[in-house]
């Protein structure tokens, strides 16, 4: 993760800065972003409703292109989507009428990728998930953090280097939450993704997290980062939470969040 500046970041986003336009206004949703992700990294971005932490993920994804200012994946402009970088939202986007293998084939069917060879994988990517014996049922028949977990298989069978996470323990009860975000954690971390996951919880952003970016609002800037010391990044995120250093951590996050929403209220 100590690369030399040269060496191109895996998602690199310099002075972005971006407008929404409509037929009455033109809304300045972000402004003068910077930002890097290094390969391997697990960034999380927070701060209060509205910062546009969406907005950043959807120009990372290609989804939006910015009004003004570079983003760069490998070193390339995004122009577009692609299949090296996958998104995971809130919602599963699962088709119920479909079983859970076909949902997850489906993914690949969409980008082409569909073969024998990639089937095979995605196939294990259900067993890690826990989640082989269920792959004919259909998703009517899921808890939400399964149906998560096949969303994220879906997502990982088309094998991008890049994940965006949106939320995507957010509509999950607590217990479950806190087990996917370890099966999550421990999964893109064998699999060697880079990633960039918005949260609204900032316990789950320092026990996730290397780094967390902590935005302001109106426009949304970014108004500090948080390096998360090796001894908790390295943890499980249900371990991570009993770390030294933890609460620390979530105090000085906190007190930032406190001070980008007062900033935002116009205190
Ligand atoms: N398509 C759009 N057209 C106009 N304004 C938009 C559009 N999408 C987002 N916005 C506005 O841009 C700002 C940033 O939105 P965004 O969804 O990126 O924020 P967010 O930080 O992800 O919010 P939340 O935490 O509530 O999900 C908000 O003020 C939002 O209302």
């Keep these: 993760m100590n690369q030399a500046p040269s060496t191109p970041a895996k998602i690199e986003l310099g002075h972005v800065t971006h407008l929404y336009l409509s037929a009455t206004r033109a809304f300045m949703a972000v402004r003068d972003i910077n930002l890097r992700v290094e390969e391997g990294e697990f960034i999380c971005l927070v701060g209060p409703s509205g910062c546009g932490k969406t907005t950043l993920l959807s120009i990372m994804a290609g989804l939006e292109r910015p009004t003004a200012g570079k983003v760069l994946i490998d070193g390339n402009p995004v122009s577009g989507t692609s299949r090296q970088v996958g998104y995971m939202l809130q919602q599963d986007y699962l088709f119920n009428w479909r ?10 069917d969409i980008q082409g990728l569909r073969t024998k060879e990639n089937e095979a994988y995605a196939l294990h990517l259900l067993e890690e998930m826990e989640l ?7 998703p ?6 399964m149906r998560q977990r096949v969303a994220l298989v879906r997502t990982l069978a088309c094998q991008p280097d890049v994940l965006l996470l949106d939320e995507p323990f957010s509509a999950l009860d607590y217990q479950t939450k806190l087990k996917l975000e370890d099966l999550i954690f421990t999964t893109l ?3 060697k993704k880079t990633a960039v996951l918005v949260t609204h919880d900032l316990s789950e952003s320092i026990a996730m997290g290397d780094r967390v970016y902590i935005l302001s609002r109106n426009p949304g800037r970014i108004n500090s980062e948080v390096h998360i010391p ?17 609460q620390d951590l979530f105090h000085r996050v906190w007190k930032e969040m406190e001070v980008v929403s007062d ?5």
């Design 132 to 138: 082989i014996d269920v792959r004919k049922s259909s």
């Design 189 to 191: 971390r064998r699999h």
């Design 99 to 108: 079983s859970i293998e076909d949902n997850v084939f489906l993914g690949l």
């Design 263 to 267: 900033a935002a209220k116009g205190h």
């Design 230 to 246: 090796a001894h908790i990044r390295n943890a499980i995120p249900f371990d991570a939470r009993n770390q030294d250093g933890f």
């Design 140 to 145: 009517m028949q899921l808890s939400g953090g």
